[in-house]
């Protein structure tokens, strides 16, 4: 029997999440000093990641606070926040490559120091074509490139 890959889309459900955990003494400090973390659904990143207008970012960072904020927790969980963001950009990848014109602009997350995601579908290249397209300067100095900030 062959063993086929779950497409993205179906991976963007999970019944189990979202969900608040209790932060363990030994890692609060790690955290911030909190005690609850979220640990968001894929559903939830996506819909802040959806909320992204033309011309705008997001960081990573950003999604993180927004959703503790959201679910009165006091941080959000690094890991399945970032795994989720791969998720939601794999699964936009692949709607479009079925002909969606309206996909989850995954492109406008960037890194919390402005660096692009390689992760993403067709890599920083991608990443940084987008961006380009909607009037953001990518610096390509760098091993990875970044976004040119504002300050």
């Avoid at 968001?40 to 011309?55: N, T």
């Avoid at 406008?108 to 380009?132: H, Y």
């Amino acid at each position: 029997m062959m063993h086929t890959r779950k497409p993205w889309h179906e991976k963007m459900d999970n019944p189990d999440l979202p969900k608040i955990v209790q932060i363990p003494p030994r890692m609060r400090k790690r955290f911030g000093g909190g005690t609850t973390m979220l640990v968001p659904s894929p559903r939830d990143v996506d819909a802040v990641i959806r909320g992204v207008r033309k011309g705008h970012l997001i960081s990573v960072g950003e999604i993180r606070r927004y959703l503790a904020g959201k679910y009165s927790a006091d941080v959000t969980c690094p890991l399945t926040t970032g795994i989720f963001i791969r998720i939601a950009a794999e699964a936009a990848n692949e709607a479009a490559q079925e002909g969606a014109s309206r996909i989850t602009p995954y492109w406008r997350v960037i890194k919390d120091d402005g660096s692009l995601n390689p992760k993403f579908p067709g890599g920083v290249e991608a990443q940084a074509e987008r961006l380009r397209d909607e009037g953001h300067a990518i610096d390509t100095s760098r091993k990875i490139p970044r976004v040119v900030l504002e300050r």
